[in-house]
């Protein structure tokens, strides 16, 4: 099923990952290809197939709950592209009244 | 003392314990050869002299007073995707330039511990999505056996210097084959190990129920010698397993009586090269001289697997990257209107196109309305992947085949279609949906390029396909040699 540029638009605004001229085209094209490839998948069938999540023996292993030393607040921070006061600095996410 | 750089781990280690050579010289020895093949291969991002001068000598200091470990003075080589402890680590990516990690992952730390004496950071696709290297946010490498054709990928970088001699071993990391297809076409030895055998901790994550570090190097045995350093339990990770690490134990055992399986699928997949094939088949040979019986298995499923890995791996991605969002670290975007623009726009211009195709593919694929059809399905079809290979695991100890159907194909000539691209994984990401270890050893040429020869084993036994792997070099006497570069 060819992906519409309508749903690029969407998948696009959920992946958080803005467009630039072209990639709408760019995207509907090169994902309907594979998706094409894909839906293969729908001739096995899997009625009474469980899903696998992860392939080894899982057994939930549980560790003392016990504090240790983490990253300080400078090591946490080294790395920000903006900082300000020991925090991440980021545009205002509410609106000033 | 150009030779320095042919050497195998236990020649090296030979010459340090005797004294004949120090740790430093190794190094030094290394250093130079990259000097004049690296600007050729490009199989490095950059250069750790702050940490390959200390470490070397700290190796000198132990060697004297007789005190080594399993890899003191060997020099290695860290694809771009584990964290070194102030060391740039960028996941081959434009939005982590610059990005230092405060701690050092423990696949690495453990290297460090037994002595591992580290050259640089190597290239690889950006979030080692690729079968090429050309996907690197910064540059390709180039095959050392022919400089106009990819070294494979995602680890390239990594295959490329161990090929060339610019270290004697390295680190990668395989999700769908990214260890063991660059080991195949770039002549080395490569290996991934059993999902859970060596901790995740500091690795940039992709796919993280796929994900596994393995080694590459010039001979099996060294190969298991790095995974047997970097194996075991970690508490920082989960998912790593406490078994007993006992991947070395069978090595030289040979493979008289074993059950070797030919599935019948992978020498038919789409693709497939004859002069691959027939290197193969001579392979094969070789082993059933040296006493193995060979048996037909089957893997039903193989057509599917593609399509299964290229729902659950970018699902997986899209999961993994939404942490990349130019706030904590990495390229980040300031003159915005809000916090979603500045999240959009900073991983629209940090993403290169592969990525940013494979986070769209796995955010549709885990969208409200398709999840069933396509996630779900996608986990299900991988169940019945795995049950292909417990059955045939029923009927032989290891899989043989060719790890990839094709030999190095020239730079750019699969670019345009990201299809072509996959179908290089097709014989190695089965083996990571059903989390088993395989390695690839050199079989041989075609058209005067690396073929690789994949064993793969049930989960847990390394051991296995070690042993294999070993037999064959041993019957046949094909050894990962040291392209000779320009």
């Given at each position: 099923?060819p992906?519409?540029?309508?749903?690029?638009?969407?998948?696009a605004?959920?992946a958080?990952?803005?467009l630039?001229?072209?990639?709408?085209?760019?995207?509907?094209?090169?994902?309907?290809?594979?998706?094409?490839?894909?839906?293969?998948?729908?001739?096995?069938?899997t009625?009474?197939?469980?899903?696998?999540a992860?392939?080894?023996?899982?057994?939930?292993?549980?560790?003392?709950?016990?504090?240790?030393?983490?990253?300080?607040?400078?090591?946490?921070?080294?790395?920000?592209?903006?900082?300000?006061?020991?925090?991440?600095?980021?545009?205002?996410?509410?609106?000033?009244? | 003392?150009?030779?320095?750089?042919?050497?195998?781990?236990?020649?090296?280690?030979?010459?340090?314990?005797?004294?004949?050579?120090?740790?430093?010289?190794?190094?030094?020895?290394?250093?130079?050869?990259?000097?004049?093949?690296?600007?050729?291969?490009?199989?490095?991002?950059?250069?750790?002299?702050?940490?390959?001068?200390?470490?070397?000598?700290?190796?000198?200091?132990?060697?004297?007073?007789?005190?080594?470990?399993?890899?003191t003075?060997?020099?290695?080589?860290?694809?771009?995707?584990?964290?070194?402890?102030?060391?740039?680590?960028?996941?081959?990516?434009?939005i982590?330039?610059?990005?230092?990690p405060?701690?050092?992952?423990?696949?690495v730390?453990?290297?460090?511990?037994?002595?591992?004496?580290?050259?640089?950071?190597?290239?690889?696709?950006?979030?080692?999505?690729g079968?090429?290297?050309?996907?690197?946010?910064?540059?390709?490498?180039?095959?050392?056996?022919?400089?106009?054709r990819?070294p494979?990928?995602?680890?390239?970088?990594?295959?490329?210097?161990?090929a060339?001699?610019?270290?004697?071993?390295?680190?990668?990391?395989?999700?769908?084959?990214?260890?063991?297809?660059?080991?195949?076409?770039?002549?080395?030895?490569?290996?991934?190990?059993?999902?859970?055998r060596?901790?995740?901790?500091?690795?940039?994550?992709?796919?993280?129920?796929?994900?596994?570090?393995?080694?590459?190097?010039r001979?099996?045995?060294?190969?298991?010698?790095?995974?047997?350093?970097?194996?075991?339990?970690?508490?920082?990770?989960?998912?790593?397993?406490?078994?007993?690490?006992?991947?070395?134990?069978?090595?030289?055992?040979?493979?008289k009586g074993?059950?070797?399986?030919?599935?019948?699928?992978?020498?038919?997949v789409?693709?497939?090269?004859?002069?691959?094939?027939?290197?193969?088949?001579?392979?094969?040979?070789?082993?059933?001289?040296?006493?193995a019986?060979?048996?037909?298995?089957?893997?039903?499923?193989?057509?599917?697997?593609?399509?299964?890995?290229?729902?659950?791996?970018?699902?997986?991605?899209?999961?993994?990257?939404?942490r990349?969002?130019?706030?904590?670290?990495?390229?980040?975007v300031?003159?915005?209107?809000?916090?979603?623009?500045?999240?959009?726009?900073?991983?629209?211009?940090?993403?290169?196109?592969?990525?940013?195709?494979?986070i769209?593919?796995?955010?549709?694929?885990?969208?409200?309305?398709?999840?069933?059809?396509?996630?779900?399905?996608?986990?299900?079809?991988?169940?019945?992947?795995?049950?292909?290979?417990?059955?045939?695991?029923?009927?032989?100890d290891?899989?043989?085949?060719?790890?990839?159907?094709?030999?190095?194909?020239?730079?750019?000539?699969?670019?345009?279609?990201?299809?072509?691209?996959?179908?290089?994984?097709?014989?190695?990401?089965?083996g990571?949906?059903?989390?088993l270890?395989?390695?690839?050893?050199?079989?041989?040429?075609?058209?005067?390029?690396?073929?690789?020869?994949?064993?793969?084993a049930?989960?847990?036994?390394?051991?296995?396909?070690?042993?294999v792997?070993?037999?064959?070099?041993?019957?046949?006497?094909?050894?990962?040699?040291?392209?000779?570069?320009?």
């Amino acid at each position: 099923m060819p992906l519409t540029r309508d749903q690029v638009r969407h998948v696009a605004q959920l992946a958080r990952i803005a467009l630039e001229p072209g990639d709408e085209e760019f995207y509907a094209e090169q994902l309907s290809g594979i998706l094409e490839h894909i839906d293969r998948l729908q001739e096995v069938p899997t009625d009474d197939i469980p899903p696998t999540a992860q392939v080894v023996e899982v057994t939930n292993p549980l560790r003392d709950d016990v504090p240790r030393p983490g990253l300080t607040q400078e090591e946490a921070l080294a790395n920000a592209p903006a900082a300000v006061n020991g925090f991440f600095r980021v545009p205002s996410i509410q609106d000033e009244a | 003392m150009s030779e320095l750089t042919e050497l195998t781990i236990a020649e090296a280690a030979r010459l340090l314990r005797l004294h004949s050579i120090s740790a430093t010289e190794l190094v030094t020895a290394h250093v130079e050869h990259i000097a004049r093949v690296d600007p050729l291969v490009k199989a490095f991002l950059r250069f750790t002299p702050e940490l390959y001068e200390k470490q070397a000598e700290e190796a000198d200091r132990k060697l004297k007073r007789e005190q080594g470990g399993l890899l003191t003075g060997i020099p290695v080589a860290i694809k771009d995707v584990l964290c070194v402890k102030g060391v740039e680590t960028t996941a081959g990516s434009q939005i982590l330039r610059g990005f230092k990690p405060p701690y050092t992952g423990t696949a690495v730390s453990r290297l460090f511990d037994e002595g591992a004496v580290m050259l640089g950071v190597t290239n690889c696709d950006e979030f080692a999505m690729g079968s090429s290297t050309e996907n690197s946010g910064y540059f390709p490498t180039h095959n050392p056996w022919d400089l106009d054709r990819v070294p494979g990928g995602s680890s390239g970088g990594s295959a490329a210097a161990v090929a060339a001699g610019e270290a004697m071993i390295a680190l990668g990391t395989d999700t769908g084959g990214s260890i063991r297809q660059p080991a195949a076409v770039c002549g080395v030895v490569g290996m991934k190990p059993t999902y859970g055998r060596v901790s995740r901790y500091g690795l940039i994550a992709f796919a993280s129920s796929l994900d596994q570090i393995g080694p590459f190097a010039r001979s099996v045995e060294d190969a298991a010698l790095v995974l047997e350093a970097m194996a075991g339990h970690d508490p920082l990770d989960a998912t790593s397993s406490d078994r007993p690490n006992d991947v070395r134990r069978d090595l030289d055992k040979g493979v008289k009586g074993m059950r070797l399986g030919l599935p019948r699928e992978y020498s038919q997949v789409e693709g497939m090269e004859p002069g691959v094939n027939a290197a193969v088949r001579e392979a094969i040979k070789a082993l059933e001289k040296g006493g193995a019986e060979i048996v037909d298995v089957t893997l039903p499923h193989t057509d599917y697997g593609l399509a299964a890995y290229y729902i659950i791996a970018p699902a997986e991605c899209s999961s993994n990257l939404a942490r990349f969002d130019g706030v904590k670290y990495g390229l980040s975007v300031q003159d915005v209107d809000n916090i979603t623009d500045m999240y959009m726009r900073a991983r629209r211009q940090g993403f290169g196109t592969e990525v940013r195709r494979r986070i769209m593919l796995g955010t549709y694929a885990l969208s409200s309305g398709y999840y069933d059809a396509y996630y779900l399905k996608a986990q299900k079809v991988r169940t019945l992947i795995k049950r292909d290979f417990d059955e045939a695991f029923a009927k032989c100890d290891a899989i043989v085949s060719a790890t990839s159907p094709v030999v190095a194909f020239p730079i750019g000539s699969r670019t345009e279609d990201p299809l072509s691209m996959y179908l290089c994984d097709v014989l190695t990401l089965g083996g990571n949906l059903a989390g088993l270890p395989g390695i690839s050893v050199p079989c041989g040429m075609s058209q005067g390029l690396p073929v690789g020869l994949q064993v793969l084993a049930p989960q847990w036994r390394e051991d296995v396909a070690l042993r294999v792997a070993r037999a064959y070099e041993v019957a046949s006497g094909v050894k990962a040699e040291v392209a000779s570069v320009g």
